[in-house]
C-alpha cells in the first residue's frame, strides 16, 4: 500500500506544472465535447507508458543507453512541434467513432511521458518497491489526478482559449525540449 499510496502522491504533486498538463489542456481546447476518449486516451498511454518504465526499473535502471534515449526523444519532441504546428482542417478533429481525440491524447501523452520526469520517478519508484503493480497503477492515479481537471477545466473553457496560440506555445516548449536532448545526445 505505500507503494502505490508514495507514487501516487509523488506523480500527482510533480505533474502540477508539467508540461503534460499544458498538453492536456490544448488537447481539451482542441477537442471540446470529447472529453472522454481523451481522458481513456491519457489513461491507456499512461498506463503503458508506466508499466514499461516499471518493468525498467524492476529488471535494470540502465535499459537504453543515455545518447540513444535522448536522440529518441529529440526526434519524438520535434516530431509532436511539427503535429502542433499542422493547422485544423474542418472536420478533421473528430472522426465519426469518437478515435480523433482518442489517438490524438494516446499518442501524444505516450510520446509526451517519454523521459519525462514522471517516467523517471516510476523507474526509480519499481527499483526501490517491489511491488511494480502498485508503482504503476500509483504513477497512473497521480498522472490522472492531475491531468483530468485540466481535461475538463480545459474543455469549460475552450471557446475562450486562444487555441492557436496554445499551440504555437506547445510546439516551441517541445522544439525547445527536442533540440535539447539532441544536443544532449550529439552535442558536445
Same mark, same amino acid.
Given at each position: 500500500?505505500?507503494? @502505490? ?15 503534460t ?9 482542441? +477537442? ?22 516499471g518493468l ?5 535502471m ?13 526526434v519524438? @519532441? ?19 467513432n469518437?478515435r ?16 519525462d &520526469? ?5 523507474v526509480?519508484?519499481?527499483?526501490? +518497491?517491489p ?15 492531475a491531468? %483530468?481537471?485540466?481535461?475538463? %477545466?480545459?474543455? &469549460? ?5 486562444p %487555441?492557436?496560440?496554445?499551440?504555437? %506555445? ?14 544532449r545526445? @550529439?552535442g558536445?
Open positions: 500500500m505505500d507503494a @502505490f499510496l508514495i507514487s501516487a502522491a509523488g506523480v500527482a504533486v510533480a505533474e502540477i506544472g508539467d508540461r498538463q499544458l498538453l492536456a489542456l490544448m488537447l481539451a481546447a482542441r +477537442y471540446p465535447t470529447r472529453p472522454w476518449p481523451l481522458l481513456a486516451g491519457i489513461l491507456i498511454a499512461t498506463l503503458v507508458n508506466h508499466a514499461l518504465a525498467a526499473g524492476a529488471s535494470i540502465d535499459l537504453f543507453p543515455g545518447r540513444w534515449l535522448d536522440a529518441a526523444l529529440g519524438g @519532441f520535434l516530431a509532436m512541434a511539427a503535429w502542433l504546428l499542422r493547422p485544423d482542417i474542418a472536420g478533421d478533429a473528430v472522426d465519426a469518437g480523433g481525440p482518442f489517438l490524438a491524447a494516446l499518442m501524444a501523452f505516450f510520446v509526451a511521458e517519454i523521459g &520526469k514522471t517516467q523517471f520517478a516510476t526509480a519508484l519499481a527499483a526501490q +518497491y511491488d511494480v503493480v502498485a508503482v504503476v497503477l500509483g504513477t497512473t492515479v497521480g498522472m490522472m489526478i491531468n %483530468v481537471p485540466a481535461v475538463l %477545466v480545459g474543455r &469549460k473553457f475552450a471557446d475562450r482559449l %487555441v492557436r496560440t496554445i499551440h504555437l %506555445v506547445a510546439a516551441a516548449l517541445f522544439a525547445v525540449l527536442g533540440v535539447l536532448a539532441l544536443w545526445a @550529439f558536445a
